[in-house]
């Protein structure tokens, strides 16, 4: 900074600082700001505002220009986010272009991801599940990556307390594995997903099929009301940004909520370069940002700093901060910075047809996707071949098709009257995969991207244990749809790359040895103990569940002990 | 000059979309613009009426009248590679010996194609996608529900 000064470096200071305004970082700006902090978020993409920045959440499939397919040479351009299923001309806005921020893929890795203002809060499928100790216990008992410095009672309190805000909508179902919460109702799963979970339950009595918990206002409370949220709707078109914020997102509840307490200074278009570390105090002293739109170079001053910018960012981010005392990355003594990446394995699918409950239809749309089994192998003790175990979607649907092969006046009055089929039947595997030191990320060491920041250098893939599983997945499955009565069963293997699950973790791990890894049971820095770091760069295994609520108690429960340590004069 | 009357001569409503109008002032080319497909006003003609073909009008309006057509030149130009631009612009050309010709002959005309014409079908399924995602057939025939505002999993059929 040329023209630097005290007034100016007063502008530039603040109590708290929080890299990223998405899932995670929306609730340690909220967090932070309620208890009276002065908090600088830092988002590196444009501003998004609830409602106002939505521009195509109200049109009618008619008012797409190609009716909400992406045209040809975008596809082209852009053949790793073009793979998501969410991107198409209603939400294409939300989506990094693959030719504005390109990585480098030593394997394949389809890394999506959403730069603005609410990040990919705005774009998620919204299942909250909770994690349970079979989560955390995982590698202390199967013996891989670290032991949870935590178990599920250290977060179980905050489970609550983000879900009472968030507003999350299931059944109280009574199964260790997946921890009852503090839910709104749930949606019904529908009669063919009833059949199939009766059916289950009475032939694997281990094997159950609840209704997925969705971060949906099935029947909103005062403190969602508060919030200018209102009840779903039903619509199902929640990529495009919801107006009723009847789904969570920063956009919609934290950040409000935030600025309404006066603290917060949002600042958009703040592309975060480094950490700034200070050899004399020993700790972290602000970050540096370049404006993504001018270019310039800003340091902003805090005492405590939350890095929330998205798993695989917040490696780079770290991996970028170097100074003498950690020439390899911020708070990187362990050398594990940037290793053990992992993800979910969702690249199994099935689907099949029922002919019974023909008198039947649904009506409506069910935002919470229909049902949810959680994962039943290798649960208590191990019995299969591979370590840990999936989870899986399963819902039912009863579509309308016309015959289209004619011509004339029988064509169009065939469109106009389309008839009802078989119930149609799927599933999808979300498995848990083994975080390995192969599995890693890491700065590139020649490419930089427009902001003079090293490139994010992928290396993760697959391995033995998941192709185990994911055959497991399909014959377990095939078995329960044949033993339902399901026909036309057909099994879907995708050569999807990791990444598409866009549930990345790790690198950033938590550990109770900062030998093994970089944060304590706190989600602090073993090293740099005013750094935290509460997204998906923390976790330390990747569970069967969907991980953002997990994120958000982290970030909620690491802000109580950032501001009590602050108050006690810890950090 | 009425601004509403400039805004008309911009747009053309096609299934409910507004397409750009071409801007060229040649009579000959087609009436929207399009950035890779070069076509005719006499080519947009005769894929007026090969639409309207596949999509009459009945006690309610057909594909041309929805402008359908001009969908399928849009889906064409922008949505699809050379490849299917070529063999689109290849059918139609060979369509023009429909020019005049009655909506049953061309339907005689479409019913001789070889069954994997891909003119035939690329262009029948671009109109049966306008047709059914438009605004007439999604406001009056089958109606799109914005704001369902409800889940019923089990629904009863009434016989």
């Known amino acids: 900074m040329a023209n630097l000064n005290i007034d100016s470096e007063k502008n530039r200071t603040y109590d708290a600082i929080v890299v990223g305004s998405g899932i995670s970082g929306g609730w340690a700006a909220k967090e932070l700001c309620e208890k009276g902090l002065k908090t600088l978020v830092l988002e590196r993409g444009r501003d998004v505002q609830h409602i106002k920045d939505y521009p195509t959440t109200n049109l009618y499939p008619w008012q797409f220009e190609h009716r909400n397919e992406m045209p040809y040479k975008i596809q082209q351009e852009n053949p790793i986010v073009n793979r998501c299923y969410a991107f198409h001309e209603d939400a294409a806005h939300f989506f990094v272009k693959d030719t504005e921020h390109p990585y480098v893929q030593e394997k394949p890795f389809d890394w999506i991801r959403g730069y603005q203002v609410g990040g990919k809060s705005l774009l998620w499928a919204r299942q909250t599940q909770r994690w349970s100790d079979f989560d955390f216990d995982g590698p202390a008992r199967d013996n891989f990556a670290v032991d949870w410095p935590i178990r599920y009672a250290d977060l179980k309190p905050w489970y609550d307390y983000v879900e009472r805000f968030a507003g999350i909508a299931g059944d109280k179902d009574g199964l260790p594995e997946l921890p009852d919460g503090e839910f709104l109702p749930g949606y019904p799963l529908n009669i063919v997903e009833k059949y199939f979970k009766q059916k289950m339950e009475t032939k694997y009595p281990s094997r159950k099929v609840i209704s997925a918990r969705c971060a949906h206002l099935s029947k909103p409370n005062q403190i969602h009301l508060d919030q200018g949220r209102v009840q779903c709707q039903n619509r199902t078109l929640c990529q495009r940004g919801c107006p009723f914020g009847g789904y969570f997102s920063s956009n919609a509840s934290t950040l409000p909520w935030a600025a309404k307490t006066g603290n917060m200074t949002l600042r958009p278009d703040s592309v975060v370069h480094s950490v700034l570390y200070d050899e004399q105090k020993g700790k972290a002293v602000g970050v540096r940002v370049i404006d993504r739109n001018t270019k310039e170079e800003i340091d902003f001053y805090a005492k405590i700093i939350f890095v929330n910018a998205a798993a695989l960012n917040t490696n780079l981010i770290l991996l970028n901060s170097k100074s003498s005392r950690f020439p390899n990355g911020l708070g990187n003594d362990s050398e594990t910075l940037g290793k053990y990446v992992a993800f979910h394995n969702y690249s199994a699918r099935i689907y099949g047809e029922y002919e019974g409950y023909k008198d039947y239809k649904t009506d409506g749309r069910n935002p919470a996707g229909g049902g949810y089994i959680p994962r039943f192998r290798n649960l208590h003790k191990q019995e299969t071949d591979y370590l840990r175990g999936y989870a899986a979607g399963f819902s039912a649907w009863r579509s309308s098709n016309s015959d289209q092969s004619g011509l004339g006046t029988d064509l169009k009055e065939s469109l106009l009257n389309p008839k009802l089929q078989n119930w149609g039947v799927g599933s999808h595997m979300m498995g848990e995969t083994i975080p390995k030191e192969s599995n890693s990320v890491a700065l590139d060491q020649s490419k930089k991207d427009e902001w003079g920041i090293p490139q994010l250098k992928i290396s993760v893939d697959y391995d033995d244990n998941d192709a185990k599983m994911k055959k497991d997945y399909l014959d377990t499955m095939e078995e329960m749809f044949t033993e339902a009565g399901f026909t036309n069963i057909s099994r879907n293997e995708s050569s999807q790359a990791p990444g598409l699950d866009i549930h990345e973790m790790g690198g950033v791990r938590m550990g109770l040895d900062p030998k093994t890894s970089v944060l304590n049971k706190w989600n602090q820095m073993h090293a740099c103990k005013n750094v935290f770091v509460t997204d998906g760069a923390a976790m330390t295994s990747t569970s069967t569940q969907n991980p953002s609520l997990t994120y958000m108690a982290f970030a909620a429960r690491t802000v109580d002990y950032a501001v009590s340590e602050l108050q006690k004069g810890n950090i | ?159």
Do not use: W
């Open chain 2, 1 to 159: 000059m009425n601004r509403r009357t400039a805004i008309q001569q911009l747009f053309i409503i096609a299934g409910g979309m507004m397409i750009a109008s071409s801007c060229s002032s040649d009579r000959n080319k087609a009436s929207i613009e399009l950035a890779n497909i070069d076509v005719s006003a006499e080519e947009e003609d005769v894929l007026g009426n090969v639409v309207e073909a596949i999509i009459p009008k009945t006690d309610s309006p057909g594909a041309r009248e929805l402008n359908l057509h001009l969908f399928v030149l849009k889906m064409v130009d922008d949505c699809h590679g050379p490849e299917d631009q070529k063999r689109f612009l290849d059918g139609l050309k060979n369509a023009k010996s429909q020019k005049g010709k009655t909506t049953s002959e061309i339907q005689e005309y479409l019913k001789n194609l070889p069954a994997d014409d891909s003119f035939l079908s690329l262009v029948k399924k671009r109109t049966i996608q306008g047709y059914l995602n438009s605004e007439y057939v999604m406001k009056n025939k089958l109606i799109y529900e914005l704001v369902p505002a409800r889940y019923n999993g089990a629904l009863k059929i009434e016989a």
